[in-house]
Structure formats: structure tokens, C-alpha cells
């Protein structure tokens, strides 16, 4: 058992072992014993470790997460400390409506008062579907106690008739072929329910996958974690080595503050280009940033992420799944390749308590397959592209998934390398792209460009993954199957398509795209990075006297409240005002 004589007065002491406050200290002892809980266990200066339950029926990708709490607890109490669990609010992608992007920030608050108004000293936070990662974070980043992640670990590999099928990216290419007439809706809802086959998150690179290789990456959670699968029994042992490391940072008073540095941020920033990560990593990257009092900005992403190769040969941008993934190295051997190209900072602090330099000793790919070496990479330039122009200020497009026909059609025209335009269609919401895609009187042709609006954070409200549109189906059935799009929503992290997303400041905060109308002339020039509507200015004075377009009301009190506290995507669609508040455990709470 390791040493637990506290080297300092622990912040639970000060509710269960208090002498200036014997009533209170009563108080808050006497209930816990009410399952069976001694007096001796909660007042022996022993840390008190919360783990943050984010598994439940309602978030079937965390759900294991109740299972391999026990593991956590086992290790908590070996190295001496005492396990508290209890639930977060949960954040389901898949099912939550209008989106589970409104809960991001509803859960961040959850946390950030359990934390701080609970006797703990320290937290294991438990992650997997993909906003369960970032809030969490951004949470302890907060409030700046000990924290360490446990990833639930990606689903194993799905197959269906041979053929890998990975979660997300199996759908966003069935309904295409569905839409084509080359499978039918049961063939469509098989596929579906065969990329789904054990316990655990999505298995292609998605926003899951991709939001726990970043908090490996910080240094947030043990080396090797992020890509275990969770039915893998290295889980589990990940779990019980998980809990225990927890104690001994409360131990060692090791702190986010401490790890989620701005160097941390930016190895963060260019492991998720070389591994085709979500654009969802985007906000949510900027979002923990501004929590952890991180200056970083837009342009960090064109900066130091851009010219990172593609390393991970992973669904959406690559061929396979989580399983593989893993037995290649997962994300210790995509940080190897990067280190040793001299493109990540090795030195910052992990939870390990060694550097991310010594953790990743060794740790070099034994399949060339699946993780490529920096020198023969997937692709060169794999990070996303920063844009900006007359129809917003900050927008990305993730270069990893442009595919060979799009590149072919639209970015190789002789002389004009990188420029095209085309002829917008607007779409004011999902509902309104459904409705009107296949009316043959919207003359949609290859040389068009779809455009969604009122999907950004105010407009949903939210945000919401709905700027991968497909095209009409009579376009499908010719083999287009991707058009330009442009839009103030975000797109699914399993989606294979070339979009212009996040886009900044939304519609429904008077961007540019509030003033764009069907029929009008788009320039993009991804060698400016610049995307333009071709209007002129008294023309979008003119349209600006017409007002915004509509969207709709708030649904429920907390719509209302993120309506009235929501940043812009390129700030990482925060509630406003609430950086202000920081390392929160360092102040104890009144009694
Ligand atoms: Fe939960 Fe993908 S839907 S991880
Ligand atoms: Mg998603």
C-alpha cells in the first residue's frame, strides 16, 4: 500500500474532521455512515476520491463505465484513498433533441458545483461519448482539483458481410447508397445495427474517440488509455491503475492546472490532425482552453495544426476501426511519430507524473498499416483549414476527408489550383434542407454550393451536426456524391464530407450568412483561406434592413438561459463570463 500520511491538511478534512465546526463536522459525517460507511474511514485523513459517473441506461456508450467503477474503486482504496461515486448529467449524442450540444455546458455546471461544494480531494473523471470528455474537463479545469480521465474505451470493430462497418461513417455512407437505390431500408437498418457490436463508444475516429485521444494528449488521462476497447480486459486493468493513480495525485497536490497548459493545448491541436480527429474537437479544445485560462486563439489551429500529416488510418479519413487502432499503438505511437518529428513539446506534465516525453519511451507503432510513419503518412496537411471572409470570421474544413473525386472536381482546375465557385442554395434549417433538397424546380447541379443556417449555437439552439447534406438524390444516382457545403452548424465526427463548418459569428448573430440568398455567387480560395459571397455591399446594406432570418423559440428554461450565456463556436461556444472562475477548490466553500 503506498504511503498515505497526508503531507498537508486534506480539503475533506475540513468538512469531516473539522474541530472548529464539531456540529457541522456531525453534520456531514452522520449520513454516510447510513450505508455502512465508519466514522474511521472518513476522518483519517485518507483522500477522498469522487468518480464522476457519467454510465447510465440513458448513455448506452458510457454505460460500462458502472462496471469499471469498480475497478476504480479497488484501486482507490489500495493506494489508501476512499471512493465516492456519483452521476453526472448525462449527455447521450445520438438521442438527445434537439442536441446533446446544449447539455455540454448544462453538464460543466453539474460538475463544477459537485466538485466544489463536495468534500473531495481529488476525481476520476469518466468519459466516452463525445461531450462527456470536454465537459468533464472543462470542469476540473474549473475548479482545479486532482483529476485524472477514464475512457470507457470505443466499442470492438463492427462487420457486416465481411466488411468493416464502423460507427456513424456506415450511416452517412448507407443513406447515400439508400438514397441511390442500391440498398434497401432494411439492408440500410442491418448495417446500422451491426457497427454496434459490444459494449463501449463509437469506434470510428469520431468525436468520442477523438475527444479522449485529446485528453490523452494533455496529459490528462494514462498513457495508452484512450484507444483500449472497452470489452478489452486491459480496461478494466486500465480502470483499477486509473483509480489508483488518482490518490497519489492528491498526494502529490498534482493539478489540471499543472498539466493543461498551452503547450499541452497545442500537442493536443496537432494530435487530433494526425489522427483525422472530429471538427467537433474544435470547440470543444477552445472551450477547455478558456477554462484552464489558456490564451489560445483561432489561429492557432491554421498554425500548428494544419501541416500535420495524416498518421491514423481510421474511419472516417481512413479504412479501419478502434481494435486495430489499438493493437498498433493507439495514440502513445501517433504522439511517438510526432515527437520524434520534433512536432510535439515532450516535456509537458502528464497525471503519470513523468513527462510526456519519457511516458511515450518506447512506444513506436508495430503496424505501418494502421499508424503511419511521419515520413509516409496518410496524408500531407491533414489539419483543418481556418477560413474567413465576408460570410464569417472564423470557419473550418477538415482537409483529412476531401476525397479524390472532390479534390479532382473542384480543387484542380489548371491555374486556379485550390478556388472555385458556385451558386449558393440556403437552407434555413435541417427541416427546410429535407423539405425542398429533391424539388426538381431547385435547379441543384455539380457547380453548386449547399448552405444551412440557423444551426449555430443561438439558432438551434445548440449547435447542431447537420452541415454534412448530401445531394439530391438525382445527382447521388450520377455518382456525385458530395457537394460544397457551407454552414454555422457543426457536422457528426464519424462523417466522411468535405464541409465548411463552425462558422462564426452564426446567422442568428447577424453573420454573414443571414445576408447570403439562393441564387447568389460564392468564391472559395483555400489557398487565402477565404470564403466570400460575390454581393456587394449596398446589396447586403439592403438585405440587412430585412432583418434576421427567423428561428425557433426556446423550448425549455435551460434553452433560454444558453441562449442569453452562449459564446460563438470559434470561442468554443462557452457560457460567457464563467472563465472568470477558477481554481475554485482553492477556496473552501462557507460551511
Ligand atoms: Fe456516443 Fe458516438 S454516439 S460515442
Ligand atoms: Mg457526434
Redesign the pocket.
Known amino acids: 500500500m503506498t504511503d498515505t500520511t497526508p503531507k498537508r491538511r486534506l480539503r475533506s478534512q475540513d468538512w469531516f474532521d473539522n474541530p472548529d465546526h464539531a456540529d457541522m463536522t456531525a453534520l456531514y459525517l452522520e449520513r454516510f455512515m447510513n450505508y455502512g460507511t465508519t466514522p474511521e474511514e472518513l476522518r483519517a485523513g485518507r483522500p477522498i476520491i469522487g468518480i464522476a459517473q457519467s454510465g447510465s441506461d440513458l448513455n448506452p ?1 458510457n454505460r460500462h463505465h458502472l462496471d469499471l467503477a469498480k475497478r476504480v474503486r479497488d484501486g482507490i482504496r489500495d493506494a489508501g484513498g476512499i471512493p465516492i461515486e456519483f452521476p453526472t448529467h448525462t449527455l ?3 438521442c438527445k433533441r434537439p442536441t446533446a450540444a446544449l447539455d455540454r455546458n448544462l453538464a460543466y455546471l453539474g460538475l463544477v458545483e459537485l466538485l466544489y461544494g463536495y468534500p473531495f480531494d481529488g476525481v476520476v473523471l469518466t468519459t ?3 461531450k462527456t470528455t470536454p465537459s468533464a474537463l472543462m470542469a476540473a479545469a474549473t475548479v482545479d482539483l486532482p483529476a485524472i480521465v477514464l475512457s470507457g474505451g470505443p466499442m470492438l470493430d463492427g462487420w457486416h458481410e465481411g466488411d468493416l462497418v464502423g ?2 461513417t456506415v450511416i452517412w455512407r448507407s443513406r447515400r447508397k439508400y438514397a441511390a437505390g442500391e440498398i434497401t431500408r432494411d439492408e440500410f437498418l442491418e448495417t446500422a445495427l451491426d457497427s454496434a457490436p459490444s459494449v463501449g ?2 469506434n470510428t475516429m ?3 474517440s477523438t475527444m479522449n485521444a485529446i485528453a490523452e494528449a494533455l496529459g490528462m488521462s494514462l498513457t495508452g488509455c484512450a484507444a483500449i476497447p472497452a470489452a478489452y480486459r486491459e480496461r478494466g486493468q486500465m480502470a483499477y491503475r486509473t483509480g489508483k493513480r488518482a490518490v497519489e495525485l492528491v498526494l502529490e497536490d498534482l493539478r489540471p492546472s499543472d498539466i493543461m497548459t498551452r503547450d499541452a493545448f497545442l500537442n493536443a491541436i496537432r494530435v487530433n490532425a494526425a489522427i483525422g480527429g472530429s471538427t467537433n474537437a474544435q470547440p470543444h479544445i477552445m472551450a477547455m482552453a478558456k477554462h484552464a485560462g489558456v490564451d489560445l486563439t483561432p489561429e492557432d489551429w491554421q498554425a500548428h495544426g494544419y501541416d500535420i500529416p495524416l498518421l491514423a488510418n481510421v474511419q472516417p479519413a481512413g479504412k479501419y476501426l478502434g481494435e486495430r487502432f489499438h493493437r498498433a499503438g493507439g495514440v502513445p505511437a501517433i504522439m511517438w511519430e510526432l515527437l520524434q518529428a520534433g512536432k510535439l513539446d515532450g516535456s509537458c506534465a502528464t497525471v503519470s507524473g513523468a513527462t510526456m516525453a519519457e511516458n511515450l519511451d518506447g512506444r513506436e507503432s508495430p503496424d505501418r498499416e494502421v499508424i503511419r510513419t511521419y515520413s509516409d503518412p496518410m496524408m500531407e496537411r491533414a489539419g483543418f483549414f481556418v477560413l474567413s471572409g465576408n460570410l464569417f470570421d472564423f470557419a473550418i474544413m477538415k482537409t483529412s476527408v476531401i476525397s479524390d473525386e472532390f479534390r479532382t472536381r473542384y480543387l484542380s482546375t489548371p491555374g486556379s489550383e485550390g478556388i472555385f465557385e458556385g451558386t449558393a442554395f440556403v437552407f434555413d434549417g435541417s427541416e427546410d434542407y429535407h423539405t425542398r433538397i429533391n424539388d426538381p424546380a431547385l435547379e441543384i447541379d455539380e457547380n453548386s454550393i449547399l448552405v444551412i443556417r440557423g444551426a449555430g449555437p443561438l439558432g438551434w439552439p445548440g449547435s447542431a451536426e447537420v452541415v454534412n447534406m448530401q445531394p439530391p438524390d438525382r445527382l447521388l444516382k450520377r455518382g456525385i456524391t458530395s457537394l460544397p457545403t457551407i454552414g454555422d452548424g457543426r457536422q457528426s465526427g464519424t462523417a466522411d464530407s468535405p464541409s465548411i463548418l463552425n462558422a462564426s459569428p452564426e446567422s442568428a448573430a447577424g453573420g454573414g450568412l443571414a445576408w447570403l440568398r439562393t441564387g447568389d455567387r460564392i468564391r472559395i480560395n483555400l489557398e487565402q483561406g477565404r470564403c466570400d459571397m460575390l454581393v456587394d455591399a449596398e446589396e447586403i446594406a439592403r438585405r440587412k434592413s430585412e432583418g434576421l432570418p427567423e428561428i425557433p423559440p426556446s423550448a425549455t428554461p435551460w434553452q433560454k438561459i444558453y441562449r442569453e450565456t452562449v459564446t460563438q463556436m470559434q470561442d468554443g461556444a462557452t457560457i460567457r463570463g464563467a472563465e472568470e472562475f477558477r481554481q475554485l477548490s482553492r477556496k473552501l466553500p462557507r460551511h
Open positions: 456508450c447521450f449524442e445520438n466516452g461519448c463525445d460507427s456513424g463508444h463509437c469520431g468525436t468520442a
